[in-house]
Each structure stands twice: as structure tokens, then as C-alpha cells.
């Protein structure tokens, strides 16, 4: 099969976006500001999808539950930055990461043991199903938001960055918050462990040859069900990530918030193709980067941009910009 990656026309999205903004916003400072913070929101959203992603390309599951991993993780990182004040209130870098990393790790884990029962008891009875999908997934995103409540409380619950990383650095006449520097790296390296993993190793190669041929892989001993359990709770780990994320740059978080998020994940995924990683990437910088620059530029339109942003790729590539998906 052709690899996606000799198709350089989606490569160039991003930049020619950027590119096309400049002299509507008119300041090179105030662009730079703006594209830099719609990189980050971009990275955190592929964060975010990247989950929703392969358990949608690869399993053929449409899991409209997602969002409860999401709050799921912000709460949990509420919980844990809360009793490390000290390391967190510092302004030492290295002691407000020792923090969020294991802020991180504990999101993750929470939300990967959930998505494990979820798969368990909301989503196995109902694979290969898409209508009873949608319905059984939104009804338990409903009942997790429920017992976050229970949990955490219905309020909205502040998740204030660590003190170090408040604040903005100077590029040029630019100001670009120290944050979303962050989020772009934290951003990069899930992208390329990602790709890594499912290019390069043999569970990524099990997990491809088994979504193209389920048969045959069964029947050379591997048991692909379990791997595609791994996948879902890979994902649900992922958006416990993404909320971390998501709620360190709302600064805030409530029980809804991955309700609120989940339009922006299928946008990413339907503008990226289904299944795929690079794909994903894409879509959310293009996401990230039409929702500053329009909240900026017009504010009134912004909520409509990005699904104005999807129906034009579509119409380019109805598919998505990466198919890898496609051929099933």
C-alpha cells in the first residue's frame, strides 16, 4: 500500500493557512502570538483525538463516550497538583514539572483502567453496531459526568498553571506564553510515540495486519481482541492526558467540559481520515490555528469556522486528508 506520507498537498495546509492570515491580521507580532497559541491549542487537541482516533479508525468503534476520559483526567489532576502546593507554587521549572508529571501519569492510569471497564461492559455487547454505538457510548459519557459529580462536585473546580510556567516569553515584538510552548512539545512527542508505535513495532504491525485481516492473524496465534482492548485503553489513556492538558489551558474545569470538547475531536478525526495518526495531527493544527485567528479576526463566526474549515476539506478529499482507513 502507498504510504500517506509521500502525499506532501495535506503537509501544506498548515503553513498555507498561516501564510493566508498574516495580512488579514495585519501585526507580524500579533500572528505570530495567534499562531503559536493556535499550535498549542492544535497539540493539545491531537492529544486529545489521537485516542478517539485509534479506537475509531482501528476498531470501528464510535465512541461518542470519549469526553468522560477527558473531565475524567482534568479532575484527577485537580486532585493531585492540589496536594503538591509546594512544588507547584515554585518558581523553579524542573519542580512544577515533577508535579504535572505525575499529575499526567495519574490521569492516565485512572482514565485507562476506566476505559478498560468501559470497553468491558458498555462497548463489547454492542461491536459492529454503529447506531447502538452512539446511543449506549453517549449514555454512559452521561452517567461518567454524573459521577465526576458525585466525586468532584458540579462546580467548576480552577486547575491554575504552576507558577513557572505562567507567563509569556518575548520573540521579537511576539509575546507567546511559556504554556503553549509546552503544549506543543508535550504535543510532538505523543505524535512521534505514536507513529513510532504503530510504524515501527511489532504491536503496531499486529494491530494494522489485524484491522486489514482479522483472520489471519487469528490464525497465526495472536488474540487481536486483546490488542484492541490495548488500543481502547490506550486512547481512553490518552484523553486523560488531553484533559490535563485541556484544563491546565482553561485554567478550569467542570464535569461537562469533555461534552464540550468532543465536537472539535470529530472534526479533527473526519478532517484528518479515520484510522489516522498524521492525519489527526493535521486536522487539529488546522483546527487550532482557524480558531485563533477567527476569534481574533471575527468573533461572531468563530464557532462556525472550523466546520466551515471541514466541509472544504471534504469537498477537496472526502475522505479525509490521510484515508488509511479507506480501503476497509
Do not use: C
Not at 104 to 126: C, D, K, N, T
Not at 267 to 274: E, F, N, R, S
Amino acid at each position: 500500500m502507498k504510504s500517506p506520507d509521500i502525499d506532501w498537498k495535506p503537509l501544506a495546509l498548515v503553513p498555507v493557512l498561516a501564510l493566508v492570515a498574516l495580512p488579514l491580521v495585519g501585526s507580524p507580532a500579533t500572528w505570530l502570538t495567534l499562531t503559536v497559541a493556535g499550535l498549542a491549542m492544535g497539540m493539545i487537541v491531537f492529544i486529545i483525538a489521537s485516542g478517539l482516533t485509534l479506537v475509531f479508525g482501528l476498531m470501528d468503534v464510535l465512541n461518542f463516550g470519549h469526553g468522560v476520559f477527558i473531565a475524567l483526567g482534568a479532575f484527577v489532576a485537580t486532585s493531585v497538583l492540589g496536594g503538591m502546593a509546594d512544588w507547584t507554587g515554585s518558581d523553579q521549572l524542573w519542580r512544577n514539572l515533577l508535579a504535572v508529571l505525575p499529575a499526567m501519569v495519574v490521569a492516565m492510569l485512572v482514565a485507562g483502567a476506566v476505559g478498560l471497564a468501559f470497553e468491558r461492559f458498555i462497548v463489547r455487547p454492542v461491536y459492529g453496531q454503529h447506531l447502538k454505538q452512539i446511543l449506549i457510548t453517549m449514555g454512559g459519557m452521561i452517567i461518567g459526568e454524573e459521577l465526576i459529580k458525585v466525586i468532584w462536585g458540579p462546580q467548576q473546580i480552577p486547575l491554575p498553571l504552576p507558577q513557572a510556567m505562567r507567563g509569556a516569553v518575548l520573540i521579537g515584538d511576539a509575546a507567546v506564553e511559556k504554556y503553549r510552548l509546552i503544549a506543543v512539545v508535550v504535543g510532538l512527542a505523543v505524535f512521534a510515540l505514536l507513529a513510532w508505535t504503530l510504524g515501527r513495532t511489532k504491536v503496531g504491525l499486529l494491530i494494522r495486519a489485524g484491522v486489514q485481516d482479522r483472520e489471519m492473524v487469528e490464525s497465526l496465534g495472536y488474540r487481536i481482541r486483546r490488542l484492541f482492548v490495548g488500543v481502547f485503553v490506550a486512547g481512553s489513556a490518552l484523553a486523560g492526558l488531553g484533559g490535563v492538558m485541556w484544563g491546565l489551558y482553561q485554567q478550569n474545569v467542570v464535569p461537562q467540559m469533555g461534552a464540550q470538547v468532543n465536537v472539535l475531536i470529530f472534526i479533527v478525526i473526519i478532517i484528518g481520515g479515520l484510522g489516522s495518526t498524521g492525519g489527526a495531527l493535521i486536522g487539529a493544527l488546522l483546527v487550532g490555528l482557524m480558531a485563533n485567528y477567527t476569534g481574533f479576526l471575527a468573533p461572531k463566526v468563530a464557532l462556525f469556522s472550523n466546520i466551515a474549515l471541514m466541509a472544504a476539506v471534504l469537498l477537496w478529499r472526502p475522505q479525509g486528508v490521510y484515508p488509511v482507513a479507506a480501503s476497509r
